[in-house]
């Protein structure tokens, strides 16, 4: 898979060198470039930005400059394989371990981190217009002063999904936010008691379906706990009488088909 990150701060994606999404980087199942924009600007000062029309505070991306680089990176539409052109934005649709998934079939994605008050909105019209497919994603409702922490966020959780990434591939079957659509069960290891703290026994009974059963009813709870919105999204059709009657123990009830908390 291909990935560019066009950036004003290209040493902000060092980070990409290091741990699983580095060793993917030198395997070759990763072929990550980084670009710094300023490489497409035309003037003595390089010049990436400019005040917004309308007035307002803050600076605004220039088009001119975005659209030379996406024209580099991103390729036409009609070449073998375009990018993807990733735009992380607050304003856009929250980032989730879905995208995450659809991202890593993609074989060729751009990410272009905005900073100041963002790109010029006609950047992305115009790759739309050409073609492209666009993504602008949000990591989370907060504003950050720059794309390249969010570049790397979605670099990372697509990153890892790409096969051979991950050591054992079975580790990311069980993960938070996965098919189950639950959250994880806590995790454990040696010593099996420290300071004062035991690990459940049924972890050290070595009887492998009490044990999943065990992981299943923490994930449940831990979710319902802490996640209400993923409990109430859950596929009934998907969940057993043992499921049921944990959901039941956390207040949430079958009702027409649907997962609803009892108080409500
Ligand atoms: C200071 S922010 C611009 C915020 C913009 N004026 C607004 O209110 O929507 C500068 C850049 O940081 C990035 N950014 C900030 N928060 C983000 C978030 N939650 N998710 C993804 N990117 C974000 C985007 O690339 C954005 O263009």
């Given at each position: 898979m291909r990935v560019d990150v066009v950036t004003i701060f290209p040493d902000y994606l060092a980070a990409l060198d290091l741990s699983l999404v580095g060793k993917a980087r030198k395997a070759g199942l990763l072929d990550l470039r980084v670009h710094d924009l300023r490489d497409w600007t035309t003037d003595r000062h390089r010049t990436v930005d400019d005040t917004p029309f309308g007035g307002g505070a803050g600076m605004v991306m220039r088009p001119d400059v975005w659209g030379r680089a996406l024209d580099d990176v991103l390729?036409?539409?009609?070449?073998d394989a375009p990018g993807h052109l990733v735009v992380p934005t607050p304003s856009g649709e929250v980032f989730t371990q879905r995208h995450a998934e659809a991202l890593a079939g993609e074989e060729h994605v751009v990410v272009a981190c905005g900073r100041y008050e963002g790109i010029d909105a006609r950047v992305v019209d115009r790759a739309r217009a050409a073609g492209h497919r666009v993504s602008e994603f949000s990591i989370g409702d907060y504003v950050l002063n720059g794309g390249e922490v969010a570049a790397l966020v979605m670099i990372e959780a697509f990153g890892r999904l790409l096969p051979g990434v991950v050591g054992n591939p079975h580790s990311l079957v069980e993960e938070s936010h996965g098919a189950a659509g639950l959250l994880e069960y806590p995790v454990y290891t040696k010593p099996p008691a420290w300071e004062g703290l035991d690990v459940p026994d049924v972890l050290l009974s070595g009887h492998h379906a009490r044990i999943e059963r065990w992981r299943r009813d923490q994930a449940l709870a831990r979710t319902a706990a802490r996640r209400p919105d993923m409990i109430a999204a859950l596929d009934v059709a998907g969940l057993d009488k043992a499921d049921l009657t944990v959901l039941a123990e956390q207040g949430w009830t079958v009702d027409s088909g649907r997962l609803r908390p009892v108080a409500e």
């Open positions: 390729g036409s539409a009609d070449d």
